[in-house]
Structure formats: C-alpha cells, structure tokens
C-alpha cells in the first residue's frame, strides 16, 4: 500500500504561482510513474501532468504547457507541481497519484490517490 500526502496549496492572485508536493510513503518510490490531477467543483478529475519513474519523460495536459513543470526527486519519495501564471479556472483541488504506467493520463492508469490539496486563484 502506497500512502501519498499532497501539499503547498493555497491562495493566489491570478498570474501566480504555487509549488505542490507529494510526499509517498514507499520505499519503492522510484519504481512508479506519478501523475497530477486537478477536479474543479462541480466537475470531473482531470488530468495535468505525468512524470515516469526515473524523470526522463513528462506529459502535460494542452492548457497547462509552458506554465507548469512536473519533477521528481527520488530520494526524497517526493513529486512537485510547480504551477506559474495560474488563472482562475484552475481553482481546483490537486491531487497526485502513483501508477505502473508510464505517463498515464486516465485516473483508471493509477493505482494509488492523495486526499488533494486546494488551490484557489482569485481574480
């Protein structure tokens, strides 16, 4: 069983940024493909970001390119979402999940959830 616990949200002007964590509770960290979602109220969990295992390929949803960077650090079990020129459509609460699959992009590819953290951008 893989634990991950997501951290860094908040609120933020539109235009700035944020630096989401996932922390995973496994020792084989560096053997799972790791993916950010973001579920806006009222709506379904969508995907934003994949990393696979060693770093070396990342995947971004079309409206997040050039703004937001996924990365890794093996070492520490953790996974960041460093998200700039946020807007305020992306109000959303964030999760990060743990899967097989390299860069993943349907919630049914991973196997492990975090309970989410919430970004707000205010207009």
């Known amino acids: 069983q893989v634990q991950l616990v997501e951290s860094g949200g908040g609120l933020v002007p539109a235009g700035g940024s944020l630096r989401l964590s996932c922390t995973a509770s496994?020792?084989?960290?560096?053997?799972?493909?790791m993916g950010w979602f973001h579920q806006a109220p009222g709506k379904e969990r969508e995907f934003v970001a994949a990393?696979?295992?060693?770093?070396?390929?990342?995947l971004y949803a079309d409206s997040v390119k050039g703004r937001f960077s996924i990365s890794r650090v093996n070492a520490k079990n953790t996974v960041y979402l460093q998200m700039n020129n946020l807007k305020p459509e992306e109000t959303a609460v964030y999760y990060c999940?743990?899967?097989?699959?390299?860069?993943?992009?349907?919630?049914?590819?991973?196997?492990?959830w975090g309970q989410g953290t919430q970004v707000t951008v205010s207009s």
């Open positions: 990393i696979t295992w060693s770093g070396g390929n990342t």
């Open positions: 999940a743990a899967g097989r699959k390299p860069v993943a992009t349907r919630e049914y590819e991973y196997d492990y």
């Open positions: 496994t020792r084989t960290f560096g053997t799972y493909a």
